[in-house]
Every structure is written in C-alpha cells, then in structure tokens.
C-alpha cells in the first residue's frame, strides 16, 4: 500500500509537471481544440489518464468526492451541524441554499469536470491504434464506472441532471436537462458495462467488477428494481472476498477486508479530508462539526459504532460529540483510505430488496449481521412494517455521516418531512433537491432551475 500511495505521489507531481502535454487529456478545452485519436499513443498513456481523475477527485479539501459530499449532505439533514459561522455553508444546514451559492457551484463544475475528463479518456482510448482490444475494454469500462458514480450523486443532488457522453463542445454546450429515469437509465448501462469488462485482479483503489455489481445494487434499489438489487448485492456478499471487519476501528483502515472499493489520500501531509475536518486537533478543542443531538442520542445501548465511530470533547462543560469513523487528518500510520463502497452495505440493500419482496427471514438475517458486528442482539421485529423500520434504524447508525447515505435515504423512503420536522422546521419539499447553480444556467440557458428557486 505504501509503494502504491508513493506512486500516486509521484504521478501527481507529473502531471503538474506535464499539464501542457498534449499526449494527456486537457479536460478545459472543448473538442474543437484537441483530437481525440492524438490523446493516446498506448495504454500506458490512457491508464495515466484515468489515475489522474482519481487524484483530481482526492485533492481539493471539501471538494465533491473529497468530504464535501459528506460534509454538505450532512448538514442538510439531522447529522451534522457546523460550530463556525460559514454562512455558505449555513444555507446547506437550513435547507435554504442560494442558487448563487459558490459551494454549491463547485459541486456541479467539479462532477461536470470529472464526466468530461472521463468523456476525453472514452474516446481517446476508443479511437486509440495503439491499445490492445482487451486493454480498451478495461480501460472504458473503468472510465464508465467512475462516470456512472459521478451521475448517481448528481441525481441524487440536483434531480435529473443533463447526461453528456461526449466531449464535442458544440453538443455538450446547450445540453438541457434528462429525466430522473433517464439518467439513472445511463448510470445503468455504465455499470452494467462495467461489470462485464473490469479486470478482476485489480487493486481495490481501482473499481472491480464487484465494485460494478455494488453500485448497481445501491441504484437498482433506488429505482424500485428489488429482485435485480438482491443479486447484485449476492455477487459480492457471496464472493468470499469480502468479508466484515470484527473490529469497526479497522473498517476505514487501508488493510480493510470490508473494502469494495476506495480511493487513496494523495494531498501532501494528510490522510482523508474527512479525519482532518471533522477530528480536532486535541480533546480539549471544539470540532468544527459536531453531530446534531437527535443523532447522537439515537444508538442503541452498548451499540459499539458509538463507542468506536463517535468521540466526545467536552469544553467549559459542554459535549462536543464528532464522527470518528476516519482518525487522522494528517498522514500517519495506520493508513486510511477513503472507504467509498464497503460490504456492511451490500448486506443492508439486500435486506432492503429482501423484505420489500416479502422475504422477511432472509432479511432479518441480513439485518443482524450488521446488527452483531455492531455487538448488538438480534433484532426483534417479525413483520414486514417492523423489520422495514428496524433496516431504517440500521442504516442511520451503520452510514452516518458517510456520503449522504442519510440524506439519500430519507428522500427515497419519502420520510424527509416526519423524520426532519422536529430539527429542521423550515424544511421543505423543494429544498429536498439543490438547486442548479445560477452561474450555469446563465452559461446554457437550456437548464431549468428545480422549483422554489
């Protein structure tokens, strides 16, 4: 792990280095300004490429996939709230955020970023002579993969989103808004393509046909698709390579057998973004972001993610509960990654897609496998209302605070408004999505603002 981290050092620093080099993709410039057949000489060349995307998504602290999606999702809802005042950051809290709101904006430009490089990366190995057809294959489906991620938070975010698959200015640039289906139809063919083509040996820091089979679980779903969630979900479950960590404290670990799959920290002198923002710099300092109290009082008795995911600072008296799933903000050993899709989920989506088709032995006993990782009993509940609110209670103590898992999931069991009503009062139903940013609708008057903004 370490030679791998040194590498990816090695090949930041490059490619800052060599950010003119046209034989690499130049994600700023439109079609009519570079050829994609010139992009690739070899596969070496297009593997570069997509490494690149990976430490771009990693670099910027509180950037889209580096904290920010945990950090912005965890203040809309009833995890987190901020001890600054960050007014920017104050509208995601009260649901109340601005169309103008630079943060915001950063979040689409950074996802739009990634999907074009990706975009750049499809076609150039496509129209590449210098790639074996076997290398092709892997090196598309792994750009798919990470395009198919990008579009499952942007829908998730914004509603449907514009779906670009191209690189060609003259198209992209007028793009208008897909449906919610339609976007999710193209997350689809990404991951099932995907699957079928990712190279079953590699590291997890780089997607595996699993890491496909679990995403496409978490988005089947989310689209009402039980049977298909439940066997995706299966594929890894039952692949044996998988397998729950018994310690939590080493679930978020580089060494994690949980794992499906990650990205490495490569930002000099730190670790995640996550352990640097959220764990302050001594107990006898206020964390910047503390849980919201109907979180924190919400673990069971003896739950063990509270005592291993939860740390408390007390100062002048007053407790400061902070999520401590990542420990170290700057770099140290143990390594932690950041831990995007791990198996505890695979387990939970199944016993979600198991009950909704009835099948409630087989989702209970999906349910207290998390349940007794977590040293807690089996669980009570016998019927379907029951269980289906035992999973609920379960996914908010096992995904706290972890890339807008509970945001997501209030939103798609349409429970945002009895569940929030008691901490977040000036909630509404059109706060339940972002809005697009004003400074891209002025770019592509074809955009429609979402309602209420």
Not at 45 to 73: E, K, P, R
Not at 168 to 178: A, I, K
């Amino acid at each position: 792990m370490k030679t791998i981290k040194n590498n990816l050092f090695l090949i930041f620093f490059t490619f800052m280095a060599l950010s003119s080099c046209k034989k690499f993709v130049e994600v700023s410039q439109p079609k009519n300004q570079i050829t994609t057949s010139q992009v690739f000489a070899d596969s070496t060349d297009a593997n570069a490429a997509i490494i690149d995307v990976y430490i771009n998504m990693m670099t910027s602290a509180m950037g889209y996939d580096s904290g920010g999606l945990t950090v912005f999702t965890g203040l809309s809802v009833d995890e987190l709230y901020q001890t600054s005042n960050n007014a920017v950051y104050n509208q995601f809290y009260v649901n109340n955020i601005s169309s103008t709101n630079s943060t915001n904006n950063g979040l689409w430009i950074s996802a739009y970023g990634y999907i074009y490089t990706l975009n750049a990366c499809i076609e150039g190995i496509t129209a590449s002579k210098g790639i074996q057809p076997s290398a092709k294959a892997q090196l598309i489906a792994e750009a798919r993969f990470v395009r198919a991620f990008q579009y499952f938070y942007l829908v998730n975010l914004y509603g449907g989103v514009p779906v670009v698959t191209s690189t060609d200015y003259n198209v992209t640039r007028l793009t208008g808004r897909s449906s919610t289906d339609l976007v999710y139809n193209q997350i689809i063919a990404d991951l099932q393509y995907a699957e079928s083509n990712l190279n079953n040996s590699a590291a997890f820091e780089r997607p595996t046909p699993y890491a496909a089979s679990a995403l496409l679980a978490k988005v089947y779903l989310y689209t009402g698709k039980s049977g298909l969630a439940e066997t995706e979900a299966s594929k890894v479950i039952n692949s044996g390579i998988f397998n729950l960590e018994p310690d939590l404290n080493s679930v978020f670990l580089g060494s994690s057998a949980e794992t499906i799959w990650k990205l490495l920290p490569v930002a000099p002198n730190t670790a995640t973004f996550e352990g640097l923002f959220f764990v302050p710099s001594s107990r006898s300092a206020t964390p910047r972001y503390v849980l919201a109290p109907s979180l924190f009082s919400s673990f069971e008795t003896g739950d063990q993610r509270m005592i291993n995911w939860v740390q408390v600072n007390t100062i002048a008296g007053k407790a400061y509960p902070y999520p401590y799933k990542y420990k170290q903000g700057t770099t140290s050993s143990p390594n932690e990654d950041y831990v995007i899709l791990r198996l505890a989920d695979q387990y939970l989506i199944r016993a979600e897609a198991e009950v909704t088709q009835d099948k409630l032995t087989a989702a209970v006993a999906d349910l207290n496998v998390i349940r007794n990782r977590a040293g807690l009993p089996n669980a009570t509940a016998s019927d379907h209302a029951s269980i289906v609110a035992a999973i609920q209670r379960e996914r908010r103590s096992e995904f706290f605070c972890e890339w807008g898992n509970r945001w997501f999931d209030l939103k798609r069991w349409n429970l945002s408004g009895s569940a929030l009503s008691a901490v977040k009062s000036s909630l509404t139903a059109n706060a339940l999505v972002y809005p697009v940013p004003i400074q891209q609708i002025t770019a592509n008057p074809d955009l429609r603002q979402n309602p209420g903004y």
